[in-house]
């Protein structure tokens, strides 16, 4: 199994920044992406960005270029850098692991492993 925590989140002001981070323990070996994905009060979760062990990554339109992911695997963490942030943020922000490595030992992990969130306000 992979469990995930989340943390960096905050309350911030219009125009600030936030790094979020995401650690994962237990088979994390077996971890062969993660993304970011965010939910709005009264909207869906929605994706924000991911990356995978070969450093594919994906953006949401709404990044703007104003969020960077990238990944230390000696740490096994996950980042999310936000910049210029905006009222339109706010959100809580979950990481998600995606345990897919084509390898016998990680058969019995596959699958995908949210976080609990953390907690993203920008004020305007």
């Known amino acids: 199994q992979v469990r995930v925590v989340e943390s960096g989140g905050g309350l911030v002001q219009n125009g600030d920044s936030l790094r979020l981070s995401c650690t994962a323990s237990?088979?994390?070996?077996?971890?062969?992406?993660m993304d970011w994905y965010r939910q709005a009060p009264g909207k869906e979760r929605v994706l924000v960005a991911g990356?995978?062990?070969?450093?594919?990554?994906v953006y949401a339109d709404f990044t703007k270029g104003r969020f960077t992911i990238s990944r230390d695997d000696r740490k096994s963490t996950w980042y999310l850098q936000m910049n210029s942030l905006n009222p339109e943020d706010t959100a809580v922000y979950f990481c998600?692991?995606?345990?897919?490595?084509?390898?016998?030992?990680?058969?019995?992990?596959?699958?995908?492993?949210w976080g609990q969130g953390t907690q993203v306000t920008v004020s305007s």
């Open positions: 990356i995978t062990n070969e450093d594919t990554i």
């Open positions: 998600r692991a995606r345990a897919s490595v084509p390898q016998n030992f990680c058969i019995a992990t596959y699958g995908d492993y």
């Open positions: 237990g088979e994390t070996r077996c971890v062969s992406a």
